[in-house]
Every structure is written in C-alpha cells, then in structure tokens.
C-alpha cells in the first residue's frame, strides 16, 4: 500500500541515487513478468545466446525477483542508470580511428570498454544505496549490479528508467541508450513509477546500419551475428562469413547506437571520467596486440574490460582487425605471429589475414600499376 510516508522515502531515494552520481531512477513493483520471459525462452530456445551458455542458466529466476537467487520477499525493484556517452562520440571516420581517437590505434573500442572496469565503481555506488535503503525503510535491500540472473531490461522498462528500442536497449529520453543498469531489489514496498513503452516509431535506423545483419527483426538481436559478443563473450574461432564486416572493430560494437536519434542531443552532463578513453590504448597499435605475452595481458588489461576475453580473443580481434584493414607494413608482424603461436586458430588466422592482406595489394596493383595499397576500406564498406 502506497502512503504518504513511503512517498517520501521514494523522494529520498532519489535524491541519494542522484547523490551518488546516477543519472536516472526509477522504481517498479516485482511483479509477474511472463510475457518477457516467454520472449526470453524463445531466445534461448532458438540458439541466439550462442555460446554465452551462462544466459541459459537459471532460467526460473529469471521469471521474478523474489526468489532465493535474488531476493526472497522482494517487493520493489529501483533501476538506477550511469551514462557513459564520450563527449566526442565515436569516431567513425578511418583517420580518426588510426590516430587512436576511438580505441587503439587503428582499432575501434566500443564507448563503454575504453576507460575502467564499470563494475568496481558501480557497485560501491550501488552499495552506498542499498544501505541508505535499508536506513530508511527497515527493510531488506540487495544491490546488483550483472551479479545475479535478471532480466535487467524489463525491469528498467517497468521503472520508467527507459524504453526498450528496436535494437533491444534501453534508452532514457533525454539520456539515450549509453547507459550502464545497476538495481538495489528490496523488500520495501515502494511506489513504483510508470512504465516507459517504445518511442522508435518507424524508424529502423540501427537495424539497417548493423554490420553483421544481427537483428533477424525489430527488438530481437541474434548475438552469434553480434560483434560485440563475438569479440568480448566469444571464445575460440570467429565465423568466416562475420569477419570482413567487423572491418576496424577490435573490442565491441557501437553501430547500433551511434545512429539512433535519441543518442544525438548533446550531452547533458559532463561523463565520469572513468569511461575517458585510457592512454594505455591510444598510444598503442593494433599490431602491438600480436605480440602480448600472458603476464604483459594481464598487466595491460588489470582494471579493464578489455581483460574479459583473455590474451587469445584480444590477438584474435587484431587478427581479424588486421585482416581488414592493414597493409603490407603489417605482414613482418603477421608472420613473427605465425612464428610464435601455438594456438591452431590464431594460426589459421594470421594466415587468413597475410592472404587477404595480399589480395588487396594484388588487386591495388592491377587497377593502378603506380598506387601504394594505401585505400583499403573497412569491412563495413565491404558487404
Ligand atoms: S552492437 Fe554492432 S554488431 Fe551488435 S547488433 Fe549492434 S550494430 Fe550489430
Ligand atoms: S535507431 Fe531508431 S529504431 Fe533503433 S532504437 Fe533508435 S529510434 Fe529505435
């Protein structure tokens, strides 16, 4: 029941959130969530979590929150969002990527990977929140922040933190959808907020500039396509077909946001300085990945996401990366790789890379007998 004492508790929840630095919250009522979970059985019925066996897991505590995998009693959910939209955006042009404006030199990070590790930071924030919660009602309050099987989205969605868009995120009016989700589920009784529903209209902006043609339709994203799951969560080989496309994407994928019209108003507020793009990739080139050792990894990546595909899936990306963008500058490190590895796919994909890498020059050569293979064009451009 909803009382004017709990009213103000929410005010003051609120204010803590935007405290604490959160850009939105908002509160919904745990409450039965069939339809998005029947949604969620499909996706994972239909094979489109590929290897990310873990989104298979748990399938039932995904249903609700008031559950021992989360919070038994739960009564109300508040979705917190941090926006983490670099100021100068993405850089799209080739120029701009090879001077190491969007990621490495000649390789695209995604916006939210280039600075810290969000979790640490988020989850004392979400911390302080969940005690400030507690404080204040009596009650039973569980900060999350990716630590338990949710279905994250809807619940924001119900909270009124954001709609979900066509490419399956949330985006906050007046925000847009670089934005990072964090909860504290309580078993506080707390007015909720109203629900947001879809604003795309008939647009189909990010569904039509998707490199990898992941979204078989509005709203359902098949991540084996994805090259954000293909280069974070993926372990192991990248499928043939899916490479050329990924063109200079080294880590993650920000095409589908890049494009919407709700992420093109100018940000409001200056961005935690942990999402800034970090020195320890702009100043460093994509070939350099090649040669990283296990402890130089893990001395580069400590405190990054970057670390969470491992030594192998970062050479893979260059490989790929490299593949299909560099030049014959980039064979004597293509084949020091072919020299050092073990690995049988980093193997077959330095290979892969030298002959596409030999192609385009072959190709350079007969068009123009006099051009340098200097034109070669990011595999965007090549579908
Ligand atoms: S992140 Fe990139 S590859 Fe993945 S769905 Fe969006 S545009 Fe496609
Ligand atoms: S690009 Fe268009 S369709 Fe896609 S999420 Fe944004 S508004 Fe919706």
């Not at 996706?43 to 990310?52: K, L, N, P, V």
């Not at 989205?153 to 906050?172: D, M, P, S, T, Y």
């Not at 189909?204 to 974070?232: G, H, M, N, Q, Y």
């Not at 963008?325 to 084949?335: E, N, V, W």
């Amino acid at each position: 029941m909803i009382t004017e004492g709990t009213e103000r508790v929410e005010a003051r929840i609120r204010a803590r959130a935007s405290a604490l630095g959160f850009a939105r919250v908002g509160v919904a009522r745990v409450q039965d969530i069939s339809e998005d979970f029947s949604r969620y059985q499909t996706f994972i019925a239909d094979g489109m979590h590929g290897s990310m066996a873990y989104l298979a897991h748990n399938q039932e505590s995904r249903r609700t929150l008031d559950t021992t995998a989360v919070l038994e009693g739960a009564r109300s959910v508040i979705v917190c969002a941090t926006d983490y939209r670099p100021a100068e955006r993405s850089a799209t042009d080739r120029a701009a990527v090879e001077a190491g404006a969007a990621g490495l030199r000649g390789g695209r990070i995604a916006s939210y990977a280039r600075g810290q590790d969000y979790h640490n930071f988020l989850r004392k924030r979400l911390r302080r929140l969940a005690e400030f919660v507690r404080s204040e009602t009596g009650c039973e309050a569980r900060p999350m922040v990716d630590t338990a099987p949710i279905l994250e989205r809807v619940w924001a969605r119900l909270a009124g933190v954001g709609f979900v868009g066509k490419n399956g995120l949330i985006i906050a009016p007046g925000l847009g959808s670089f934005a990072l989700l964090g909860e504290v589920v309580t078993t506080a009784e707390l007015a909720p907020d109203s629900p947001l529903e879809s604003r795309c209209g008939s647009c189909t902006l990010c569904l039509d500039a998707c490199p990898t043609e992941a979204f078989p339709k509005p709203f359902v994203l098949d991540a084996r396509r994805c090259v954000s799951f293909l280069t974070i969560e993926h372990e192991g080989p990248i499928p043939e077909e899916l490479r050329a496309p990924m063109g200079d994407r080294f880590y993650g994928c920000d095409d589908c946001q890049d494009v919407c019209p709700f992420n093109k108003s100018p940000v409001p507020r200056e961005v935690s300085p942990q999402f800034a793009l970090g020195t320890r990739w702009s100043t460093r080139t994509v070939e350099s990945i090649l040669a990283l050792d296990d402890a130089e990894f893990r001395r580069l990546t400590v405190g990054s996401p970057l670390g969470r595909p491992g030594r192998d899936g970062l050479v893979r990306n260059a490989l790929i990366v490299l593949g299909n963008t560099g030049d014959a500058r980039h064979i004597p490190a293509l084949r020091a790789t072919l020299a050092r590895e073990s690995n049988a796919s980093l193997l077959a994909l330095a290979q892969w890379a030298i002959a596409r890498i030999e192609a385009r020059s072959t190709e350079g050569q007969q068009r123009s007998p006099s051009a340098a293979s200097d034109g070669v064009p990011s595999g965007a451009h090549e579908r």
